[in-house]
């Protein structure tokens, strides 16, 4: 596969219209296809996604089936989020429980997460775990934007060592989108309500 081969999603986990997340994401995709990908971000806003409920099969829940087949298409996933108590947010949690092996199993993923205080460093470590529960290929570089009403100014990076951090990450996700996947993990054995999503 060539880089121009490589399809990169981002997957944005705010909801807000001038969302830092958004803009972020939106650097990470220009920079992939610079490196020869081809690109879209998956905007939840244009989404009805209604709680998880196991009991509902995933054609009967609003458009997480056109979401899954979007994310199943890609090679590279990126995933962003805002830091909310500690975690990314829930509308990005919903979204990936509508996911499962057949969408990231041994595909690339890379990590994005904003704050508005400190490092959203759990957020990254929680978006992590759901990845190896799912047999994914985690990009060790990832893009952790602190203080974002600091770093990003109307739109645009204020920040240039955030920005360099947040381009290359866009840069990897067309490098390592063929990467060899590690074997399976000890989570995604027991990751038995992944099974059939």
């Keep these: 596969m060539s880089d121009s081969d490589v399809h990169i999603a981002a997957l944005c986990g705010s909801l807000r219209d001038g969302s830092y997340t958004r803009i972020a994401l939106e650097q990470a995709l220009s920079a992939a296809e610079q490196a020869g990908g081809t690109t879209e971000l998956i905007d939840l806003r244009e989404y009805e996604l209604p709680i998880f ?73 929680h978006m992590r775990s759901v990845c190896r529960a799912l047999n994914a290929w985690v990009i060790p570089h990832e893009a952790a934007i602190p203080n974002a009403s600091a770093a990003i100014d109307n739109g645009a990076f204020v920040d240039s060592k955030l920005e360099t951090r947040v381009t290359t990450l866009g840069r990897r996700a067309v490098q390592y989108a063929t990467i060899e996947p590690d074997p399976d993990s000890f989570e995604s054995d027991q990751n038995v309500g992944a099974q059939g999503k």
């Design 53 to 125: 409920d196991a009991d509902r099969d995933r054609v009967d829940a609003g458009d997480a089936d056109a979401l899954a087949a979007r994310v199943r298409a890609a090679d590279t996933i990126l995933l962003g989020s805002p830091m909310y108590h500690g975690s990314f947010s829930s509308p990005l949690k919903t979204a990936l429980d509508y996911c499962g092996f057949d969408e990231f199993e041994d595909k690339t993923v890379g990590l994005l997460a904003v704050s508005g205080g400190a490092f959203p460093v759990t957020a990254l470590e």
